[in-house]
């Protein structure tokens, strides 16, 4: 069974960075696509960004488009999201997701596996 493990989340002033950081325990996401959804209080979790299994394919969210860069390490089993140029509206838990199909706009009932969550919270 795959376990994530995220982490990197934190408080930001807007305009600044942060970058999450996504470990599979168990070494075994080699074959998985990979990526981040993330969920506000009184929101639907949506899709944030994706990256095939291979780092050759990558998709983003039109609202994170030029800001957010996912990348992933093999050798480290481990997927990154550097997010910059924070704004408020950014604040939400940020879920690390895998096993979900490579497509635009994946919907959350499409992923088998989950991280907990960490909190990303963008201050005025």
């Known amino acids: 069974q795959v376990q994530l493990v995220e982490s990197g989340g934190g408080l930001v002033q807007a305009g600044g960075s942060l970058r999450l950081s996504c470990a599979d325990s168990?070494?075994?996401?080699?074959?998985?696509?990979m990526g981040w959804f993330r969920q506000a209080p009184g929101k639907e979790r949506e899709f944030v960004s994706s990256?095939?299994?291979?780092?050759?394919?990558?998709y983003y969210a039109d609202s994170v488009k030029g800001r957010f860069t996912i990348s992933r390490d093999g050798a480290k089993s481990t997927v990154y999201l550097q997010m910059n140029s924070l704004k408020p509206e950014d604040t939400a838990v940020y879920y690390c997701a895998a096993g979900f199909p490579l497509v635009a706009g994946p919907r959350s009932l499409e992923v088998p596996y989950w991280g907990q969550g960490t909190q990303v919270t963008v201050s005025s």
């Open positions: 990256i095939s299994w291979n780092g050759g394919s990558t």
């Open positions: 168990r070494r075994t996401f080699s074959t998985y696509n």
